[in-house]
């Protein structure tokens, strides 16, 4: 009953958050296959058998379990439900789909202009414009969720809201340029609405664990898609200096003040478009991706240990060192969580988990040699620095997520927990890290006293 439930509730995720079905139609579309599930099993068939019957024939009852079917290609009852051919009405919708996404992928690159309008410089007031980069990529990208979710009047009153908060913490502050509650704000507001987008994303659903790993999947597959980008975009900045340059124009000015910085904030919802129009090209992708480069971190982290034990020396907590150390344990926990996503949670232990059992144990112990290293120091002149406290924190809320997920993991290989169990543990924890980003963005300028 438990891998029923399991697929039953991979299902209801993907019809829940189809924008042309309502809460009440994913409910009752549920209701129905659960019916014949039940209808099969009392005839004498196995769960699994019924559940493989019951979506061949929501299949051919319903369009969006062919979709289904499609999204989760690993599946066995894939087969059974695959499309004939291409539909018009699915043509029309993405085209739909594809303008919206232009009209906000315009309005994002051209929100970086913004400030200007108010009498601010693009090199003298470098601060205003970092401290709000978060609010003028993630307000477009969430009005594209809005539109693509049809979210209800609810949820767009959270997200206004949201927004305005952080619009707050970054302009209505008496930040200074250099202040470090001036790079701490630019670096985790970002973050906090990036969570917000995740409202935005998921249509309202914020309690839903399955919706939550979704978000997650998202965010992975985004990234991908932004850094493939991005590096298209660097080989037409080069091709576009080369040309120019032929005849003696200089279009260093235009690059610098228009091309890059529009180009890496419209990117940021083409990416997000892609991931939704192209799922089953990256599918494919970000598993092998997270596959190559987890065993490099774990031997990376393996080595570092060791060398840092050999050597006898401590970490620094200069604010760049700090930043490098916080970085890395975020990429590390990024493989996680993404190999988390893209596992197949029925299936059983295998040399991969047990590799990621050993990169959680040495990202276990990078992050307390950090938190030592920095507890350690906060006594010196200097005491309880904004940067240093804020490194604590992240560390501490980095630490809680590793340890029990190193638990859940650990109990997982050898039997006495289900993989389901650690995938809930890390939805669970987001809010914490939203929460944490918005503490930093709002509290620690006035406590700080904006130094």
Known sequence: MAELEEQIGQWRSFVRKHREVSEADGDELEDHLRATVTELVDKGLQSDEAFLIAVKRMGSL??????????????????????????????????????????????????????????????KDADVFARN???????????????????????IAMLVLLFAVGAVGANIYPLTKDADTTILTALHLPLALWFVVGIAYVGGEWRSHPRRMDFIRFTGETLIYYVLIALGGGVL???????????????????????????????????????????????????VLTKLFTPLFTVLLVAFIVALLASGRAIGVDRDVLILFNAVLVVVLGLILYSISARDALARPGIFDRLQFALLLSALAIDLLVLISVASRTTDAF?????????????????????????LLGGFLVGRALFSRLERWQTSYLPVYAAWAWAVVLVFPPLFNYA
């Not at 018009?88 to 594809?98: I, L, P, S």
């Not at 690059?255 to 990117?267: M, Q, S, T, Y």
């Open 62 to 123: 319903d369009e969006l379990s062919r979709e289904f079917a499609r999204e989760h290609s690993e599946r066995l009852w894939k087969q059974l439900v695959l499309p004939a051919g291409p539909d018009a009405a699915a043509e029309a919708g993405a085209q739909r789909d594809w303008l919206v996404m232009l009209v906000c992928a315009v309005a994002a690159a051209f929100s970086i202009k913004i400030p200007i309008l108010f009498g601010y410089d693009w090199y």
């Open 133 to 155: 980069i978060g609010l003028f990529a993630f307000v477009p990208l969430a009005a594209y969720f809005v539109w693509r979710r049809k979210a209800s009047l609810l949820t």
């Open 237 to 287: 900045i080069g091709i576009t200096f080369a040309v120019f340059n032929s005849i003696g124009i200089d279009v260093s000015n235009f690059v610098g003040d228009w091309l890059l910085p529009c180009g890496a904030l419209g990117a940021v919802i083409m990416a997000s478009w892609l991931v939704e129009a192209k799922q089953s090209v990256i599918e494919n992708m970000a598993p």
């Open 383 to 407: 005491g309880y620095t904004p940067n240093r406290v804020a490194a604590l924190g992240e560390n501490a809320v980095l630490l809680g997520n590793l340890l029990w997920s190193a638990v």
